[in-house]
C-alpha cells in the first residue's frame, strides 16, 4: 500500500486537507472543565495555603483529540493559551470514554495532578507529574505518566488521518498527556512554576 504523504497531494486536495484541518483544529474547552478544575484546585489549596501556582492546564476530555482541549491559564492574569494534546490508546479512538488508575492499562487518568519537576528523558523535555486524587490518579508516578512532546500530535497527523478517512485524529499515549514538538517549550515554561493540570470528563 502506498504511503500518502504531503507530497504525494494534488494542490486541490492539499487545500481542501488544510481548510479541513483549519475548522477542525479549533480551541475548545468547556465550562463545566474550568469549574471542576478551579473547585479542585481551591480544595487542594485550602489546606495548603503557602501553594500560590501561577499556571493552571486543564484538559477537557469530552472534547475529541483534533481539538485544541488543553488550556494553560495565567492565575494572574487570566490569559489562555490552548494546545492539542493526546489520551491514552485504551480511552478511546477519536474520544476519550473510558480513564483508568490501574498501572499497565494505557488508559487516561482523570484529576487533579500537580507538576513535580521537568527533565529530558526518551521523548527529550518532560514534566514529572504526582496526582493528588486517591481514586483517580494516584498511581500517576509509579506508572510514568508525565507530559512529553511527540510528533503524533500535529496538524500533519490529523492531515493524514483525515485524507485516509481515519477520522480526524492526532496519535494516543499509554496514558500521559502529550503536547506538539512545537508547544513543549511553551508547555513547560508555563508549568514549571510549581503548576497544577487538571484533567477532567463529562463523566468525571
Known amino acids: 500500500m502506498k504511503t500518502i504523504t504531503l507530497k504525494t497531494l494534488t494542490p486541490f486536495t492539499l487545500l481542501l486537507a488544510l481548510f479541513s484541518a483549519f ?3 479549533q480551541e475548545n474547552v468547556s465550562e463545566q472543565a474550568y469549574k471542576a478544575a478551579f473547585a479542585s484546585l481551591d480544595v487542594y489549596r485550602s ?5 500560590r501556582p ?3 492546564a486543564v484538559v477537557d476530555y469530552s472534547k475529541p483529540s483534533y481539538l485544541k482541549r488543553m ?3 495565567d492565575l494572574k ?3 489562555k493559551s490552548f494546545y492539542l494534546t493526546s489520551h491514552g490508546i485504551n480511552s478511546g479512538d477519536l474520544y476519550a470514554t473510558r480513564f483508568s488508575n490501574t498501572p499497565a492499562s494505557s488508559m487516561s487518568s482523570l484529576g487533579l495532578y500537580k507538576v513535580l519537576e521537568t527533565y529530558n528523558g526518551i521523548h527529550g523535555k518532560a514534566m514529572r507529574l504526582m496526582g493528588l486524587d486517591p481514586e483517580m490518579n494516584s498511581n500517576a508516578f509509579s506508572r510514568d505518566i508525565v507530559l512529553h512532546a511527540a510528533d503524533y500530535v500535529s496538524l500533519n497527523y490529523i492531515l493524514m488521518n483525515l485524507l485516509t478517512l481515519n477520522n480526524p485524529k492526532i496519535g494516543r499515549s499509554n496514558g500521559c498527556f502529550v503536547v506538539s514538538l512545537q508547544d513543549i517549550d511553551e508547555v513547560a515554561q508555563k508549568l514549571s512554576q510549581g503548576a497544577f493540570v487538571y484533567a477532567w470528563a463529562e463523566h468525571s
Open 71 to 73: 488550556a494553560v491559564i
Open 77 to 79: 492574569t487570566g490569559d
Open 23 to 25: 475548522l477542525l483544529l
Open 47 to 51: 489546606s495548603r495555603p503557602d501553594e
Open 54 to 56: 501561577r499556571f493552571l
